[in-house]
């Protein structure tokens, strides 16, 4: 019987690929399997417009201990019997619609990610993406976002550290919000999300199941807005209280051995959450959706089984021990139910009582069709990288200082402290660098390490070129950990891109991911895990490609750690790395886009130079004698002179400032490979031997000292001023 467009669009199949189910299965799909299938094939689950591409990424180190997609998140062993555990996701698509719920459900989501592998979630960071202010729908976006993310994570007790926030137009009608978290166990406790062992019982515990989230996966993350409708229905409600408690009983249950494996109930519910632990496992499962706790009455089983009620748990219990999990779920006042059990007959059979309402094998569940597609380079974007800079004028000297000033207030460079006051970062009092600068620091409680986290990703520079983008986010999210005295460990990455169908999208999506996974050959840092959200455009407009890169690193001594803000007077400030500024290094530059209105032009790495740099810093850290350091990037070496002022009010006198080529280019031109640091007069020298052995540039530019930011000829400026530019700059926009 012909299955009508409406439906398959509902759950986000083509009729082709409808066909192929029948055709796999020998038979016409039952409602519930189609739902399943529908869910287990959306782009959400079954990546299947990305995962031949994500192969590209380099995934193994001598560190990592679990590859990409065995698992909820990443693992990197830290030593001392240690390891974080690591993941970012999207939830994009529920917070465009409900921004508090949905930003809070995300946050909700990845901290179960975590959780559930045995993990203790100690850290927070978010990547959020915004259209332009001036707009009241997306104020109300902001606002409820942030609420969003502060309400739940505050809840729970878990510091958010750190994070960034961008602005502009491809968003308004499509907010990013990408929630990443870090956890920390031991190794020996690490639960799998395997279900296996025949006879082992299925136990789901938490809230019961509502009609909330339907289609969550499939309909909502799987295709793009194109018309007006309500789908508020798509959207979790949060509990963030019952998740705690979940957490404090999950992490007890992971330290004994009464249970075979456990997965949280996110994207699809109880459908990939019982489908995909079987995957693993190699078996099979079989549910009973009569014995699953419902908070609504003439629930379907189609409903039971693609809720996305949130604070949900399964625990694959091993039989003889479900007496003694269910009483220390009791003890955390949790509900607890056999659902079913695990067979070996590689079956994923659900039932209502005595009736069977579906019956697939599981492997043809988690079989998506995979695309790949051959795409060659729009003509758009040779255009966009043609753009010459000298078809603009350059800046006058007179307007240097009022140009700063306006950089500092634009959103995508003035403080984000309105937003990160809202969040607890200081909760578990571990939390040794503060929101703010380059990366977060949070010591390793009973070690001497610490560990720095940060998100990075410049979607105008993917834009206006894939590639470059691609490796620049790898870069610049490195260069961040080695200004904080850490050596990167590891990546987990969210790619936001628009409908992959088409072939622009398809090419960006290509390009970047093979930039990412160059950048990350180079400097020998692994993906371990992440998260493909696309279809990310409302009425066929996309937003810029956005792939956001959340990257930890390793401290060794948590006193030897470095942050962006000068700290004495008479200090000696350096420009290690490239200091060779060239005029092309405003195009697609935050100072091209702000006062020209111009998006266009190619940014470019070395990433051989990004390399010496990055181990030039970290060691010149380790050594004591860098007293600050502090990337270069949005707005350029102006910029980040003053933010290094700020950070502790003191001032900066430059040398004589001598410009060569344009002064426009030299101040706010966005050359990468390029860190500020400040030393004593007596480590200059020492500073100088060691960026000569490393083949790596150090111009020094001035002196720490004073109340103004002085740039001989150029900018002459008081610290008050530069302050209300950069503090008050975002907030004004409220």
């Known amino acids: 019987m012909p299955i009508s467009k409406e439906i398959l669009d509902e759950i986000a199949l083509s009729e082709k690929e409808y066909q192929l189910i029948v055709e796999r299965l020998g038979r016409e799909p039952t ?76 946050v909700g989501g990845i901290v179960r990610d975590i959780f559930t592998m045995g993990a203790r979630p100690i850290a927070l960071l978010n990547s959020l993406r915004f259209g332009p202010l001036s707009d009241p729908r997306n104020r109300y976006l902001f606002g409820g976002v942030v609420g969003g993310i502060a309400g739940y994570g505050n809840c729970l007790g878990i510091p958010d550290i750190g994070g960034e926030v961008f602005f502009a137009d491809c968003y308004s009608a499509n907010p990013l919000v990408n929630a990443l978290c870090l956890g920390i166990a031991e190794a020996k406790h690490l639960v799998k999300a395997r279900a296996y062992g025949e006879g082992n019982l299925l136990m789901l515990v938490g809230a019961d199941t509502g009609r909330d989230g339907l289609h969550g996966a499939s309909g909502l993350a799987s295709r793009t807005f194109e018309e007006e409708r309500e789908l508020r229905s798509t959207v979790q409600v949060g509990n963030p209280f019952l998740e705690k408690l979940l957490i404090e009983a999950c992490l007890e249950l992971a330290e004994t051995d009464w249970i075979a494996g456990m997965q949280d109930l996110g994207a699809a519910g109880l459908t990939s959450s019982a489908v995909e632990s079987a995957a693993r496992g190699g078996g099979g499962i079989e549910i009973d959706v009569l014995k699953v706790p419902r908070r609504e009455k003439g629930m379907t089983p189609y409903e039971v ?313 970290l060691e010149a850290i380790r050594r004591g004698l860098i007293n600050s350091a502090h990337d270069c990037s949005e707005g350029g070496l102006a910029v980040a002179l003053a933010e290094s002022c700020l950070a502790n009010g003191l001032g900066f006198v430059s040398n004589d400032w001598r410009v060569e080529g344009r002064l426009d280019a030299s101040l706010f031109g966005e050359a990468q490979s390029r860190i500020v640091v400040s030393v004593t007069p007596r480590a200059v020298w020492k500073l100088e031997k060691l960026a000569a052995r490393w083949q790596i540039g150090a111009k020094e530019l001035g002196t720490v000292g004073g109340k103004r930011l002085i740039l001989k000829g150029y900018i002459d400026l008081s610290l008050k001023q530069v302050g209300k530019a950069w503090w008050g700059g975002l907030e004004k926009l409220l």
């Open 31 to 106: 409602e519930v399997e189609l739902g399943m299938f529908g869910a287990l094939w959306s782009e959400h689950c079954g990546y299947k417009h990305s995962k031949a591409l994500l192969k590209n990424f380099p995934s193994r180190s001598k560190r990592v201990l679990v590859k990409p997609g065995e698992e909820n998140a990443g693992v990197v062993d830290i030593g001392d019997g240690l390891v974080v555990v690591m993941k970012i996701e999207s939830h994009n698509h529920p917070s465009a619609i409900e921004p508090y719920q949905g930003a809070a459900t995300g």
């Open 305 to 617: 089984m693609l809720s996305e009620s949130q604070e949900r748990m399964l625990v694959v219990v091993k039989k003889g021990y479900e007496d003694k999990v269910k009483a220390l779920f009791d003890r955390w006042e949790l509900r607890s139910d056999i659902i079913g059990q695990v067979t070996d007959d590689g079956l994923a059979r659900i039932k209502e009582g005595e009736e069977v309402v579906a019956e697939v094998p599981v492997n043809l569940l988690t079989s998506p069709p995979i695309y790949k597609r051959r795409v060659k380079k729009p003509d758009w974007l040779e255009r966009l990288q043609a753009f010459n800079v000298s078809s603009i004028p350059d800046l006058p000297p007179k307007r240097a200082g009022s140009t700063l000033l306006h950089l500092l207030a634009s959103p995508n460079i003035a403080s984000k402290r309105c937003v990160y006051r809202q969040y607890d970062h200081q909760v578990g009092n571990n939390t040794v660098v503060l929101p703010g600068n380059d990366a977060g620091v949070l010591r390793i409680k009973g070690t001497k390490k610490a560990i720095a986290l940060t998100t990075d990703g410049n979607a105008r520079y993917c834009y206006v070129n894939p590639y470059l983008g691609g490796v620049i986010a790898v870069a610049e999210a490195a260069r961040n950990l080695a200004c904080s005295g850490a050596q990167p460990l590891a990546i987990t990455n969210c790619l936001n891109f628009g409908n992959p169908e088409k072939d622009d999208v398809y090419y960006q999506l290509k390009e970047c991911i093979s930039g990412m996974a160059r950048a990350c050959r180079e400097l020998k840092i692994p993906v371990i895990s992440g998260n493909v959200s696309l279809y990310n455009e409302t009425k066929s407009e996309a937003i810029y490609p956005t792939p956001v890169v959340g990257m930890v690193g390793l401290i060794e001594d948590t006193n030897k750690h470095s942050t962006s803000g000068f700290k004495n007077e008479g200090d000696r400030v350096f420009l290690l790395g490239d200091s060779q500024t060239v005029d092309s290094s405003i195009g697609s530059s935050e100072y091209l886009s702000l006062i020209h209105g111009i998006i266009k032009g190619n940014p470019y790495v070395d990433l051989g130079m990004e390399k010496r740099l990055q181990r030039c810093c």
